[in-house]
């Protein structure tokens, strides 16, 4: 049976590559990058859960980041895990549109969290004695709560759009992944309206956040620059480089994609630039936040060395 506006009921995956010989490696690459991340993220999560000292703004959008990057990570990578052992890696049409969907909430939703932490960074430096009064539980919940609301906004845009193509003949889907460009490109009617949505929506939620980030961090710079001493403006600094590296790579690799014309990035190198904030940004922002945070160390070494109940 056809879906409604369109004669293709499912598509097929072309995966990452079309060599056989790279087809096992890359999923046992892939398979242990997946569980990098899983472990990672869920042992950071649990980590702010079970440590008190931990229950502060900073870690309560920390503990949402890890739980979007595991969330957003599961939404992909077992789908691309089956690519590397299937000879056709088929996926229904619903299916698709629902793994765009919570692809582009979960990425949305993590670009406005960033943007959040770095708000959350610029009080705790510039405005250190009204902290607990400005970033309050409410005041948290209520930017936590905005950045959903962006996430579900944007993937409702993205997938209605989407959702209003229809798609003829071709349903062979050149990625490893429903993502916006590749289904663009199987559209057999004018994607130009579609082309210009997919722009504003994608500037929005990147351009805002960043924006937000780029303030927040140029007023925290000129306020390191006034701490006399030495120690201090490196506590400062400390205290922001986790975040501003976990940012950079995010909004390079997706902006990389998404805010160049696909005649300067062909599909076949824009996979490779969707895998970094796809598979590689989730696994390393875990890894980022626990190797170079103090409180973090701290928390592991409390937690292994509590005796267990049994």
Not at 208 to 237: D, M, N
Request: overall charge positive; glycine content about 4%; charged content about 10%.
């Amino acid at each position: 049976m056809a879906t409604k506006n369109n004669s293709v009921t499912e598509f097929i995956l072309a995966g990452l590559t079309d060599q056989p010989e790279l087809q096992t490696p890359l999923f046992f690459l892939f398979l242990c990058l997946y569980v990098v991340t899983v472990v990672g993220n869920l042992g950071l999560i649990t980590l702010i859960g079970l440590n008190s000292h931990l229950h502060t703004p900073m870690y309560f959008f920390l503990f949402n980041l890890s739980l979007i990057d595991f969330c957003y990570s599961t939404t992909i990578t077992p789908k691309m895990l089956v690519s590397f052992i299937s000879k056709k890696n088929i996926i229904l049409h619903g299916g698709c549109m629902t793994q765009l969907f919570f692809f582009c909430f979960f990425v949305i939703s993590e670009s406005f969290i960033l943007s959040a932490m770095a708000y959350d960074r610029y009080v705790a430096i510039c405005k250190p004695l009204l902290y607990m009064v400005t970033m309050s539980p409410q005041v948290c919940l209520l930017l936590l709560f905005g950045a959903y609301i962006m996430g579900f906004w944007g993937s409702m845009a993205h997938t209605g759009s989407l959702l209003s193509l229809t798609y003829c003949s071709d349903n062979l889907i050149n990625h490893f992944m429903c993502d916006i460009l590749p289904l663009l490109e199987l559209s057999c009617n004018s994607t130009y309206i579609n082309e210009i949505v997919v722009f504003i929506v994608v500037a929005i939620d990147i351009g805002v956040p960043i924006v937000t980030i780029f303030i927040s961090y140029a007023v925290i710079l000129s306020s390191i620059l006034h701490i006399q001493s030495t120690e201090g403006r490196s506590k400062a600094f400390s205290t922001c480089s986790s975040h501003i590296i976990v940012v950079s790579l995010f909004f390079g690799s997706g902006a990389f994609m998404y805010l160049k014309p696909p005649s300067i990035l062909p599909l076949d190198k824009g996979k490779i630039s969707s895998l970094f904030y796809t598979i590689v940004v989730p696994m390393l922002n875990p890894l980022i936040y626990s190797l170079r945070n103090k409180d973090v160390k701290v928390a592991l070494r409390k937690t292994l060395s509590r005796k267990p109940f049994f």
